[in-house]
């Protein structure tokens, strides 16, 4: 579905968070990768909305590991980006560097 | 000590986790809610990041919550109606915000003092002990049906400690039985004072599950010997403040009655014990001996004294234990035919024993009653609130139901906005009772006397608390919300959407619930205005009321020569020496013993044979020196009084004086003098009658009261009364050193009898200070009220007035007509009003001290007032009524 869509910033911003975190990707590190890196503030109720909707679109796969004491004996759900997932940052990415060709954004 | 594990993890508050499992589906419920656990208990957010967190995921932004997971059922639907509901009707709130405010202040004040009252029953009834799985302690009472000769040292339904061991070694329910007895000492040492303390069984503190903050609790051991254990364990409080909180304290000992105890350990922070009064410390029950001198109580098996709790064996349920003790307690009572004994087991709490819940409920009761009425009137202001806007809200209800809303809907959307009301009258009302009930406790707390320990109530918001006030917030909002619905919701469609709504005789029945509204609020009112007049004329007739002694400069010292050690001997000789120095002291009129002192609260009974014929009674007794009377400022109207001859050294009490209601209503018409009573196998003669006084209560002169003379026996618990010229602080002092330098060790209770009249006056004061303040704010509502009704009453019929006003009534006219129809609801409410106030007052006359429950100036000043305010609220629209241009009206709308 929506094969030529443009992903939203904070799309943008999470899948590349689960690139850099790699087999590591569930609700706690992607949260936190976020909030290091961008300076701001995130919560759960974003970031999953987030999350379930791009496995909609099929960018993500997850799936739940076992049950972990230190978690109140809860499951953690793993986030991994697929090709399509791939394609769509790049598809992005190339996005906003064609629109940004020849702009030099220290001058303006 | 902390759990090395389990230290670092932080708990997640218990409601945002419940709301999380509520709102969100299976899955996402398991993912989010484990990765806030994670970061909560591992990180160091606050609390208050977990709820912004969980906020994030249970407003309806967040998509993925349990109705969407699962759109076949739509479980959520339901929800789903409801919050469109919530948001209309926060809309239309918000839009009428002089509405909303004033519903929600009357609200919260009458929700506000019923929770107030809850707050105080909860902490003393409901409230479970602070003790480790406190619903797993329970309370055991006895009540007797048929004949007891029991002997009662606290209460009857307290137990024996014979009777303790047989419910011990039997019962097969309880993994722990312990029993106490509250105990008043005399603390030694450098600063010597009267403490209230614990004696309980070695087992107190295991089946409480509390163990000692500090050194070790009691052991089996402790618990064998009479007399032979003298430990202690002490109360946080106390240790903090007498002992500045110092753990080398444990291996010492304090000095009490005149025994040197070892602390063994300190009790945890926060635990009082397990009745009212917080105890300072717990000494094994064995030392009973020492705590209560003079008694051998663990020896009798036919005395109530202990109280008893006992621990559930797990997987036990209350009624399996009550059924268990029960047929302990049948073997108990073959020793007592024909005695049959009831068993209380109930969830332990500060107050559990039959007779006080008794009163307590009493008590209770009318106090909610009161309060009751104040919400009451706040409900009948808001449902004529709510009527009035269903009226002008009619065309946009008729529209509703035109374009298909069903009459339920509509119902439910109105219902909404009142329970919505309520509820924020209900959070305004927690906030306000959380404020008054620890004003009230600081007052009451203050208004005991200073040698009473304080008490241990915890009136710290609880999940209780918050339920009642939900509850009756809910149940307020269907009492206003529930009658005006329904109302609004009937609209005659046609005439509304033609704007025929302001006719001449739409809304019979509305206005007919109106009026019946407005005497519902006056009646009640009249009631609540009633029971604050005959309060405060209580009041007024206190702070006058005559004792019949006198009570300036007199000063009263309480000894505790009993928990001193002294026998009755001992004590003879303390208490000749003592009158001796303190006769000498300047300024001093005159100094007598007496076994109480008038009007400390303590009283004292005993069964004669009197009278003519002779019959058994129950009369009150006093034992006084000869100087009492004169000291008092009692005259003997007849006969004589006691001579110093008769008042020193006497072992029998065969004299008395009586007082004039003891001879009217023992020998009526016949002279008392020379008469003779029984006491056991004593005669007693009459030599004199004493003017009548106030002596047990200040609300009433004594029905019966004969003085005895002081006897050897008894001696050890005498009191000083001495009347001076001098400033009774400054005597309190000199007997104070005279007292020392016969026994240093023992304690004064000094105070004049003038503070002991002015604590019974202080009830009466708070009650009719809380009366007023309720009478009132009900006063103030009912009145808004039948403005509100009457003004509304002529705007809609401004037509009306207008037409009367073309056919030629004249200004009389229609003041007369608005003001007669609209003070008719308010006279049929004064009628029922004063019927109910009269039988209110009948119930009060206890609390009233000489003032006729039926007082013709309260019951006609209170409603000549409450008709004047009702005149008022009815003429100010009436004289709009005149005012109306007809021309005008007749055009409007």
């Known amino acids: 579905m929506a094969a030529r869509d443009y992903l939203g910033e904070f799309e943008h911003i999470v899948l590349l968070a689960l690139l850099r975190l790699g087999p590591e990707a569930y609700g706690v590190p992607i949260r936190q990768e976020i909030e290091k890196r961008t300076?701001?503030?995130?919560?759960?109720?974003?970031?999953?909305?987030?999350?379930?909707r791009l496995e909609s679109k099929g960018y993500v796969q997850s799936w739940f590991s076992d049950p972990t004491p230190a978690r109140g004996g809860r499951a953690k759900r793993y986030f991994r980006v697929e090709p399509l997932g791939v394609k769509a940052i790049r598809r992005s990415q190339k996005a906003l560097s064609v629109m940004l060709e020849g702009l030099d954004l220290q001058k303006i | 000590?902390?759990?090395?594990?389990?230290?670092?993890?932080?708990?997640?508050?218990?409601?945002?986790?419940?709301?999380?499992?509520?709102?969100?589906?299976?899955?996402?419920?398991?993912?989010?809610?484990?990765?806030?656990?994670?970061?909560?208990?591992?990180?160091?957010?606050?609390?208050?990041?977990?709820?912004?967190?969980?906020?994030?995921?249970?407003?309806?932004?967040?998509?993925?919550?349990?109705?969407?997971a699962s759109q076949g059922t739509n479980p959520m639907n339901l929800f789903s109606g409801f919050a469109k509901d919530i948001q209309y009707a926060v809309r239309t709130l918000r839009l009428n915000v002089g509405f909303t405010a004033v519903a929600v202040l009357a609200l919260g004040f009458g929700i506000g003092v019923n929770t107030t009252v809850f707050t105080f029953l909860n902490a003393v009834a409901l409230r479970p002990l602070p003790v480790r799985d406190a619903s797993s302690i329970v309370s055991i009472y006895q009540t007797f049906r048929g004949p007891t000769n029991r002997s009662v040292d606290g209460a009857i339904s307290y137990f024996s400690y014979p009777e303790f061991q047989t419910y011990r070694d039997q019962n097969k329910t309880l993994s722990g039985i312990a029993a106490s007895a509250l105990v008043y000492v005399s603390l030694g040492g450098t600063t010597p004072r009267s403490l209230a303390g614990q004696i309980v069984t070695c087992n107190y503190f295991t089946v409480l599950g509390r163990t000692p903050a500090l050194g070790r609790e009691f052991t089996k051991e402790e618990c064998e010997t009479p007399n032979e254990a003298p430990v202690a364990v002490l109360g946080h409080d106390f240790w903090s403040s007498q002992f500045h909180a110092d753990p080398s304290l444990i291996g010492k000992t304090i000095v009490i009655n005149r025994r040197a105890l070892t602390v063994i350990g300190v009790a945890p922070k926060g635990f009082p014990g397990t009745s009212l009064v917080p105890a300072a410390f717990w000494a094994p029950i064995t030392m009973q001996p020492t705590m209560i001198p003079g008694r051998k109580n663990l020896e009798k098996s036919n005395l109530s004294w202990l109280e008893m709790v006992g621990r559930l064996e797990p997987g036990v349920s209350i009624s399996q234990a009550r059924a268990d003790l029960s047929v302990i307690a049948d073997r108990i009572d073959q020793t007592y035919v024909p005695r049959k004994t009831v068993l209380a087991v109930?969830?332990?709490?500060?107050?559990?024993?039959?007779?006080?819940?008794?009163?307590?409920?009493?008590?209770?009761?009318?106090?909610?009653?009161?309060?009751?009425?104040?919400?009451?009137?706040?409900?009948?202001?808001?449902?004529?609130?709510?009527?009035?806007?269903?009226?002008?809200?009619?065309?946009?209800?008729?529209?509703?139901?035109?374009?298909?809303?069903?009459?339920?809907?509509?119902?439910?959307?109105?219902?909404?906005?009142?329970?919505?009301?309520?509820?924020?009258?209900?959070?305004?009302?927690?906030?306000?009772?959380?404020?008054?009930?620890?004003?009230?406790?600081?007052?009451?707390?203050?208004?005991?006397?200073?040698?009473?320990?304080?008490?241990?109530l915890n009136i710290e918001l609880d999940l209780r608390i918050l339920g009642y006030a939900f509850l009756i917030s809910l149940l307020t909002s269907a009492a206003f919300g529930l009658a005006p619905a329904f109302q609004a919701t009937r609209v005659d469609l046609?005439?509304?959407?033609?704007?025929?709504?302001?006719?001449?005789?739409?809304?019979?029945?509305?206005?007919?619930?109106?009026?019946?509204?407005?005497?519902?609020?006056?009646?009640?009112?009249?009631?609540?205005?009633?029971?604050?007049?005959?309060?405060?004329?209580?009041?007024?007739?206190?702070?006058?009321?005559?004792?019949?002694?006198?009570?300036?400069?007199?000063?009263?010292?309480?000894?505790?020569?009993?928990?001193?050690?002294?026998?009755?001997a001992r004590a003879a000789v303390f208490n000749r020496q003592l009158v001796e120095i303190v006769s000498g002291f300047p300024g001093i009129d005159a100094v007598s013993l007496a076994g109480l002192i008038p009007l400390s609260g303590s009283n004292r009974e005993t069964v004669v044979e009197m009278g003519t014929p002779p019959v058994k009674r129950h009369i009150r007794i006093n034992s006084v020196s000869h100087q009492y009377f004169a000291l008092m400022g009692i005259p003997i109207v007849r006969g004589r009084g006691f001579t110093e001859a008769e008042t020193r050294e006497r072992t029998l009490e065969d004299i008395a004086v009586i007082s004039e209601a003891t001879a009217r209503r023992f020998w009526p018409g016949e002279d008392p003098v020379g008469k003779q009573m029984r006491h056991e196998d004593t005669l007693i003669e009459v030599i004199g009658v004493a003017r009548d006084a106030r002596s047990t209560s200040l609300s009433a002169v004594d029905s019966t009261y004969v003085y005895f003379p002081v006897t050897e026996t008894g001696q050890s618990t005498l009191s000083l009364l001495i009347h001076s010229s001098e400033p009774p602080v400054a005597v309190a002092r000199r007997v104070r050193s005279a007292v020392g330098s016969l026994d240093s060790a023992v304690i004064v209770n000094a105070k004049t009898i003038q503070e002991y009249v002015d604590f019974w006056k202080k009830p009466s004061l708070l009650v009719a200070a809380v009366a007023a303040t309720l009478g009132f704010v009900g006063l103030l509502l009912a009145s808004v009220g039948i403005y509100g009704v009457i003004s509304y009453g002529v705007n809609r019929r401004i037509r009306e007035m207008g037409i009367r006003i073309t056919l030629g009534a004249d200004t009389?006219?229609?003041?007369?007509?608005?003001?007669?129809?609209?003070?008719?609801?308010?006279?049929?409410?004064?009628?029922?009003?004063?019927?109910?106030?009269?039988?209110?007052?009948?119930?009060?006359?206890?609390?009233?001290?000489?003032?006729?429950?039926?007082?013709?100036?309260?019951?006609?000043?209170?409603?000549?007032?409450?008709?004047?305010?009702?005149?008022?609220?009815?003429?100010?629209?009436?004289?709009?009524?005149?005012?109306?241009d007809p021309m005008v009206a007749l055009r409007y709308e």
Not at chain 2, 26 to 48: N, Q
Not at chain 2, 548 to 567: C, H, I, P, S, V
Not at chain 2, 856 to 862: A, M, S
Not at chain 2, 863 to 877: G, K, N, Q, R, W
Request: aromatic share 6%; glycine share 8%; proline share 4%.
């Open chain 1, 39 to 52: 300076k701001r503030a995130i919560t759960v109720g974003s970031l999953y909305s987030t999350l379930d």
């Open chain 2, 1 to 68: 000590m902390k759990d090395p594990i389990t230290a670092p993890f932080k708990t997640p508050p218990r409601l945002a986790c419940w709301l999380l499992r509520l709102r969100l589906s299976k899955a996402h419920y398991e993912c989010i809610a484990g990765d806030l656990f994670e970061e909560y208990s591992t990180g160091g957010h606050p609390a208050s990041w977990f709820w912004q967190q969980t906020l994030s995921v249970i407003t309806p932004k967040f998509e993925h919550q349990k109705h969407s």
């Open chain 2, 346 to 456: 109930d969830v332990a709490t500060l107050l559990g024993d039959p007779e006080s819940r008794t009163i307590l409920f009493a008590g209770g009761s009318a106090a909610l009653l009161a309060v009751g009425l104040v919400l009451m009137i706040a409900c009948a202001n808001i449902a004529n609130l709510m009527l009035a806007r269903a009226a002008a809200r009619q065309k946009e209800i008729a529209i509703r139901l035109a374009t298909g809303a069903s009459r339920w809907r509509l119902v439910r959307m109105l219902l909404t906005e009142s329970v919505l009301i309520a509820v924020m009258g209900g959070a305004a009302g927690v906030v306000m009772a959380n404020w008054s009930s620890q004003f009230l406790l600081q007052f009451v707390v203050a208004s005991l006397p200073s040698d009473l320990p304080g008490v241990a």
């Open chain 2, 494 to 568: 046609n005439s509304a959407l033609k704007d025929e709504g302001s006719g001449l005789t739409t809304g019979a029945s509305r206005s007919w619930l109106r009026a019946a509204l407005v005497s519902v609020q006056v009646s009640v009112c009249l009631v609540l205005l009633v029971a604050a007049g005959l309060l405060m004329r209580g009041l007024q007739a206190a702070q006058s009321v005559d004792p019949g002694f006198k009570t300036t400069n007199t000063l009263t010292a309480e000894l505790d020569l009993k928990r001193q050690g002294y026998t009755d």
């Open chain 2, 812 to 884: 009389r006219e229609i003041l007369t007509l608005v003001v007669g129809q609209g003070m008719r609801p308010v006279l049929a409410g004064l009628g029922v009003g004063l019927l109910a106030s009269a039988g209110v007052a009948k119930l009060m006359s206890f609390a009233l001290y000489g003032v006729n429950p039926i007082d013709p100036l309260t019951f006609i000043g209170v409603s000549a007032c409450l008709t004047a305010v009702a005149l008022l609220a009815c003429y100010l629209p009436a004289r709009r009524a005149t005012r109306v």
